[in-house]
């Protein structure tokens, strides 16, 4: 994901975070665990993960001195 307005980046997550949920509620009440569901639930919980990578390094480019949007240089020295 490249999105260079920092406003429209959290927006962005927040809107992915709210499809993910959205979606587990609706595995949670499909009964009887199947290996689809099993899959997608791993690819959710990657997403997960991914999502909060890309909070960690906005937050820390986000506090960096003379840091621009999306540059990430300044949030891995840190």
């Given at each position: 994901?490249?999105?260079l307005?920092?406003?429209?980046?959290?927006?962005?997550?927040?809107?992915?975070?709210?499809?993910?949920?959205?979606?587990?509620?609706?595995?949670?009440?499909?009964?009887g665990?199947?290996?689809?569901?099993?899959?997608?639930?791993?690819?959710i919980t990657?997403?997960?993960?991914?999502?909060?990578?890309l909070?960690?390094?906005?937050?820390?480019?986000?506090l960096?001195?003379n840091?621009?949007?999306?540059?990430?240089?300044?949030?891995e020295?840190?």
């Amino acid at each position: 994901m490249l999105e260079l307005d920092r406003t429209e980046l959290q927006r962005k997550i927040q809107a992915a975070y709210a499809a993910i949920e959205k979606r587990t509620e609706e595995l949670e009440l499909r009964s009887g665990p199947d290996k689809r569901s099993r899959e997608e639930r791993q690819a959710i919980t990657d997403a997960l993960h991914g999502l909060r990578a890309l909070q960690r390094i906005e937050s820390r480019s986000s506090l960096a001195p003379n840091s621009q949007p999306g540059d990430v240089s300044n949030a891995e020295a840190t």
